[in-house]
Antibody, heavy 123, light 107 residues
Framework: HLQLQESGPGLVKPSETLSLTCTASGASISSNLYYWGWIRQPPGKGLEWIGTIYYSGSTYNNPSLKSRVTISIDVSKNQFYLKLTAVTAADTAIYYC???????????????WGQGTMVTVSS | DIQMTQSPSSLSASVGDRVTITCRASQSISSFLNWYQQKPGNAPKILISVASTLQSGVPSRFSGSGSGTDFTLTITSLHPEDFATYYCQQSYITPYTFGQGTKLEIK
């Protein structure tokens, strides 16, 4: 069955770029049945959707992050990526990569989650 | 953005109790409402999608209802493993948004 695993630096300096990779195993991310995305959770707080990408490369990002977010995908490597530029302490969070199911019966829901990776923004 | 408001923010209950958590959207979202459970140190887990469809493997003591702007998650006969934080989330339109969470604690 599908598993997702985030990887990337756990510490990023203010004003620099946060870069994370999500590696899928157990199934291909080239399926047309799913979207792939990122969600974050500041320590002790709630969940924030960052953005979602389709295998074709179409993306939907949260406007609250303005133009700082880039999500990309490489189906040949079974990976997708998050880049967040100009980070501040407010970007400190656990970052989850997720699969979003998309069907008439099940709707759109984040049905598979990675374990999450903590990213701290600090000098 | 659509605002999702959960109540209560926290709830104390005992094993065997029936509990209900409510979620209100700032505008109609039809039935595009999902519920997640999160335990400390773990990623959230999907419980219910499109307001009332139980995801595979989720115990039948969990149920969801509602449409439009008002939704509920009900857990009948609480088990010890149900004590966790619960989040609602709208998938009607981007940006997808979550409620602030309801922490269910043991009384």
């Amino acid at each position: 069955h599908l598993q997702l695993q985030e990887s990337g630096p756990g510490l990023v300096k203010p004003s620099e770029t946060l870069s994370l990779t999500c590696t899928a195993s157990g199934a291909s991310i080239s399926s047309n049945l799913y979207y792939w995305g990122w969600i974050r959770q500041p320590p002790g707080k709630g969940l924030e959707w960052i953005g979602t990408i389709y295998y074709s490369g179409s993306t939907y990002n949260n406007p609250s992050l303005k133009s700082r977010v880039t999500i990309s995908i490489d189906v040949s490597k079974n990976q997708f990526y998050l880049k967040l530029t100009a980070v501040t302490a407010a970007d400190t969070a656990i970052y989850y990569c997720v699969r979003m199911q998309y069907s008439n019966t099940l709707g759109k829901a984040f049905d598979i989650w990675g374990q999450g990776t903590m990213v701290t923004v600090s000098s | 953005d659509i605002q999702m408001t959960q109540s209560p923010s926290s709830l104390s209950a005992s094993v065997g109790d029936r509990v209900t958590i409510t979620c209100r959207a700032s505008q109609s979202i039809s039935s595009f409402l999902n519920w997640y459970q999160q335990k400390p140190g773990n990623a959230p887990k999907i419980l219910i999608s499109v307001a009332s469809t139980l995801q595979s493997g989720v115990p039948s003591r969990f149920s969801g209802s509602g449409s439009g702007t008002d939704f509920t998650l009900t857990i009948t006969s609480l088990h010890p493993e149900d004590f966790a934080t619960y989040y609602c989330q709208q998938s009607y339109i981007t940006p997808y948004t979550f409620g602030q969470g309801t922490k269910l604690e043991i009384k």
